[in-house]
T-cell receptor
Framework: ETGVTQTPRHLVMGMTNKKSLKCEQHLGHNAMYWYKQSAKKPLELMFVYSLEERVENNSVPSRFSPECPNSSHLFLHLHTLQPEDSALYLC???????????????FGPGTRLTVL | SQQGEEDPQALSIQEGENATMNCSYKTSINNLQWYRQNSGRGLVHLILIRSNEREKHSGRLRVTLDTSKKSSSLLITASRAADTASYFCATDATANAGNMLTFGGGTRLMVKP
């Protein structure tokens, strides 16, 4: 166990559905991340929250909406997704020390999302 | 463009052999990290090497870093079937905000019993 949990572990949804992915970290970290991992593609950073403020949004489509209510919880709200959004969605956390330093990231087990 | 590129993309060896994976990157870095991922699971941090370090060891893992060539290698000695996984390098680039990593495409390692 890495101290980062994600729910649900598997999700199947239609293109018109609205669902949310949840991530929780029990490590006392102050930065959290959403990544997308598709087959045969490198891990793609989607969103970064540091001290509960979003600092990176790598041109992710608006059908993905993140929410970080506190430093321990991170959500990814999904609506009107496309089949190409099917992937493994990984959450991670780290301790952001605010300057160039060692930022080891701790990952959750991921949510396997299938969009029909 | 992708910061880290692993080589080879796939590697198959017998148990007991050594496995070497390479990573190349493009920009100046603060550190380089290696992660492991079992099929369909999250990534697990293995080892971090800072830009001013050349070699680092952790158990059966040995990592080297050559900043002049912008490359790193991960050596797993005396491999075991349980080492079967994908291995990713990730760079903490000096140009990035303080807490972002860029991951490579990974090397899929299969260790045959």
């Amino acid at each position: 166990e890495t101290g980062v949990t994600q729910t649900p572990r598997h999700l199947v949804m239609g293109m018109t559905n609205k669902k949310s992915l949840k991530c929780e970290q029990h490590l006392g970290h102050n930065a959290m991340y959403w990544y997308k991992q598709s087959a045969k593609k490198p891990l793609e950073l989607m969103f970064v929250y540091s001290l509960e403020e979003r600092v990176e949004n790598n041109s992710v489509p608006s059908r993905f909406s993140p929410e970080c209510p506190n430093s321990s919880h991170l959500f990814l709200h999904l609506h009107t997704l496309q089949p190409e959004d099917s992937a493994l969605y990984l959450c991670a956390s780290s301790q952001d020390v605010g300057f160039a330093g060692d930022h080891e990231q701790f990952f959750g087990p991921g949510t396997r999302l299938t969009v029909l | 463009s992708q910061q880290g590129e692993e080589d080879p993309q796939a590697l198959s060896i017998q148990e007991g052999e050594n496995a070497t994976m390479n990573c190349s990157y493009k920009t100046s870095i603060n550190n380089l990290q290696w992660y492991r991922q079992n099929s369909g699971r999250g990534l697990v941090h293995l080892i971090l090497i800072r830009s001013n370090e050349r070699e680092k060891h952790s158990g059966r893992l040995r990592v080297t870093l050559d900043t002049s060539k912008k490359s790193s290698s991960l050596l797993i000695t005396a491999s075991r079937a349980a080492d079967t996984a994908s291995y990713f390098c990730a760079t903490d680039a000096t140009a990035n905000a303080g807490n972002m990593l860029t991951f490579g495409g990974g090397t899929r390692l299969m260790v045959k019993p």
